[in-house]
């Protein structure tokens, strides 16, 4: 019977493998065309000059590149305290009327549309970050590099950061949440008999579940390294590459958003689209991958 399952569940898990496999080959074949052109420098070049001339063609991704990892670490270091903050307070601290509440809510939040995140985040927070944070900043610490460049719009890695960071912190704490949950009540009961206190407790059971906390993290990169509409909106799509947290720039994913239109009016745009969605792929495919051999190992080492 075992057998007979096992032929029936065959074509349907060789169908997922086979959709991956050809979204592979339709990238790497779409972008062939810039590849033998350009090679691997179209990764290491920062340039977008678009012309009808096909010889005057040259595309480069690396500030898109760059833009999407900034604006990712950024939105890590602004979810990791909240999402473990929230996890603790959802499981320790919250009355048991309003538990559940909190859950639902910020499940709701993770499967929120991530226009509505965007449209808020162009209207009301930008105008926020320009005003009390990014002025403030400038006037008074413009001499570091980090707040160097002069925010005119407030559309910056700094807001794309920040809205990425609310958008995957209620993804992250799930994560987190439900790996705190399944700490045995025993191994609570035995740091307050020790005499450790609520924070001491708390203190070593996180450091129980460290690798479900870094495995959340790196699902959540991943969730804000492809994040399209919602940083299209906020980050002022501009080929940039600055330290500063005020600069304007771009993100790979707001990159082929906004060329894809009227990428079929020249030559070897859109092969330079694929070749950078195909970058994106296996950034995406790495962090996903070292997301999974984190769980797998701390449900290993746990169990």
Do not use: H
Not at 4 to 16: A, D, E, G, M, T
């Amino acid at each position: 019977m075992k057998d007979y399952l096992k032929i029936f569940l065959l074509p349907f898990s060789s169908l997922v493998f086979g959709i991956f496999i050809l979204m592979l080959i339709v990238y790497f074949l779409n972008s062939y065309e810039i590849f033998k052109r350009e090679g691997l420098a179209i990764y290491f070049t920062n340039v977008w000059n678009a012309s009808e001339i096909p010889e005057e063609e040259y595309y480069g991704v690396l500030a898109a590149i760059y833009g999407s990892l900034y604006t990712s670490i950024i939105a890590i270091i602004i979810s990791l305290p909240l999402s473990i903050s929230l996890a603790i307070f959802i499981v320790d601290y919250a009355p048991k009327r309003l538990k559940e509440f909190f859950i639902i809510a910020s499940d709701i939040m993770a499967g929120l549309p991530t226009i509505l995140y965007g449209i808020w985040g162009a209207f009301i927070l930008v105008p926020f970050l320009k005003n009390y944070v990014m002025e403030p900043l400038y006037q008074s610490l413009s001499f570091i590099p980090l707040f160097s460049y002069p925010p005119t719009t407030g559309f910056s890695y700094l807001s794309a950061g920040v809205l990425l960071g609310i958008m995957v912190t209620p993804f992250a704490t799930s994560i987190i949440r439900e790996a705190y949950r399944m700490i045995p009540q025993m191994y609570k009961e035995a740091l307050y008999s020790l005499g450790a206190t609520r924070y001491e407790a708390t203190k070593v059971l996180l450091g129980y579940i460290k690798p479900a906390i870094v495995a959340g993290m790196i699902l959540a990169f991943g969730r804000a390294i492809g994040e399209t509409v919602a940083v299209s909106l906020v980050i002022g799509n501009v080929f940039n590459i600055d330290i500063s947290l005020f600069a304007p720039g771009y993100t790979i994913s707001s990159l082929i958003a906004n060329q894809f239109g009227n990428a079929f009016v020249y030559e070897y745009m859109v092969s330079a689209l694929f070749a950078a969605g195909l970058s994106l792929f296996f950034i995406g495919l790495i962090i996903n991958i070292l997301a999974l051999y984190i769980i797998r190992r701390w449900k290993y080492e746990t169990y």
